[in-house]
């Protein structure tokens, strides 16, 4: 794992705390939103993770996320955006700024 990796803490409806990393965070101006892909941390780097998407607070910055509550993604049309942004981010390792965006 990189040193200089990312974590945040999410607390689950029991209270009980998860660390994971965070693999990157991304605009969309077509939903006026911001997103943020997290894992479990702790995983080694061949071995396979499920990565969980979320939309960040409104007020927070992508590019350095304070904390708040994560918005769980409703719908399909911002689901297949999201997929888009990680696809393309799981095949060259790089984050395609025009990604979120319908043109």
Do not use: C, H, R
Not at 11 to 18: K, M, P, Q, T
Not at 73 to 99: H, K, Q, R, Y
Request: hydrophobic fraction near 35%; glycine fraction near 6%.
């Amino acid at each position: 794992m990189n040193e200089d990796q990312e974590q945040i803490t999410l607390v689950d409806e029991n209270g009980n705390e998860e660390l994971y990393d965070v693999l990157f965070t991304f605009e969309s101006d077509d939903f006026g939103k911001s997103y943020i892909l997290i894992y479990p941390a702790g995983k080694s780097d061949d071995e396979e993770v499920d990565i969980q998407a979320y939309a960040l607070p409104a007020d927070d910055d992508p590019a350095n996320p304070s904390g708040g509550d994560l918005q769980l993604i409703e719908s399909d049309e911002e689901w297949d955006m999201v997929e888009s942004v990680l696809n393309t981010f799981l095949a060259d390792g790089t984050i395609d700024p025009n990604a979120g965006s319908k043109d």
